[in-house]
């Protein structure tokens, strides 16, 4: 499938820069380059042959005006990122050329592209599935070297050829209840149905372990949202500074220093934690202070972590134990800081208070603890999966999805084994969780759908 129009878009990261990329696909991508570009040695640009580059002027049909100095990249279809003719105009990365050149693009015959138009284009005309599409912004969103090594094997196809190949048991388990269909004898019916039986249970150990992913890839996608709190002057903004590795928040012996809410992501062993310090939580009458802690309420109900900090030199007080009982169900770390100092504290009471979770005791100060902090978060998101290797991430809320709807198709079609019932209710069932798995990778999914995923791509991707 391609396209009729022809699309331009800048390609770069806006602002200035060594090198910035005009980007052109489309029947009349070429033509363009042809009318705007004059290379060095007299070459056409429809002269110039796949995948070489060419260094030359970029010059306004017009007037006859230098633009720009420029490297220009063409690539003739079907060997290219969009299977459509491309050419890549390589110039200097200032705005002024850039747009000017885009300009110049847009006069002579191409549109402006729309968001993730140059990977939809991709999708369309069958270079990329959609999960390997999706997985092209979390290459460019990847915040660490573990979520990038997840974002690029999913688009190397490694979770694609996993699920296509589990839709493609499914459809097997199909065709064979359809030969048995065909073929009416109570026995082969009621054999096919055992086989079909297995073969699903299979499925869905095939689904699970994907599924088993889920919660880590999303946390490698998009990071884990990890709230620090406790009283005031506990160590908060130290505990951040320390994690960062730099002093992003202000620490004085003042209580409430911290009225606002920080945030900031640091790589925790490959983890990317979207970390928040808030402010102390007490009662106090400064308004902005109540408003800030008031905020630090409202995020611990929203955090994938809550750090909790405690302070060894000083007993559990009524603030510490307001604090410890925000936890609730959520998950978190109880943390007791500032353990180079004569204790006061109970620790009895504390891991009473805590209901299980896992107490460190640390001192930010002198460092010590934060190694121990780092590996038990890093537990804590790999929960028994691989942090490195060859496995398929399910990083995205989207797949996770399809792939829960299609394991409860299966389970719906051995409800209907169970049940006795003829072989062509058992294809509705696995009919629908075929449908379900083609969804991850775009073969069933739909046009508004498709639509609603390329649109969160930035322009020029």
Partial sequence: MTSDDTISAISTAIGEGGIGIVRISGSKAIAIADELFTSRSGKRAEAILSHQAVYGNIIDPENNEIIDEAIVLIMWAPRSY?????????????????????????????????????TKRAFLNGRLDLAQ?????????????????????????????????IRQSVLGMIAQLEAAIDFPEDDIEEATAADVAKLINQV?????????????????????????IGKPNVGKSSLLNALLREKRAIVTDIPGTTRDIIEEYVNIRGIPLRIIDTAG??????????????????????????LLLLDWSAPLSSEDRSVLELLSDRRAIVLINKSDLPPKLELAEVERYSEGRLVLKISVAQGEGLAELEQAIADIVYSGQVGQGEAAFVNNLRHADALRQANDRLADAMATIAAGM?????VVDLRAAWEKLGEVTGDTVGEDIIDQIFSQFCIGK
């Fill in 82 to 118: 969009t299977r459509e003719d491309i050419v890549e105009i390589h110039c200097h990365g200032g705005p002024v050329p850039l747009r000017r050149i885009l300009d110049l693009t847009l006069r002579l015959g191409a549109r402006m592209a729309e968001p993730g138009e140059f």
């Fill in 133 to 165: 599409a999706e997985a092209v912004m979390d290459v460019i969103r990847a915040k660490t070297d573990a979520s990038l090594k997840v974002a690029v094997g999913n688009l190397s196809g490694r979770l694609s050829e996993q699920v296509k190949s």
């Fill in 204 to 228: 869905k150990s095939q689904l699970a372990s994907l599924l088993a992913t889920a919660q880590t890839g999303r946390i490698l996608r998009e990071g884990l949202a990890t709230v620090i």
């Fill in 281 to 306: 939580i007490r009662d106090t009458a400064d308004v902005v202070e109540k408003i800030g802690v008031e905020k630090a309420k409202e995020l611990v109900s929203q955090a994938d972590l809550i």
């Fill in 422 to 426: 003829p072989p062509d209710c058992i």
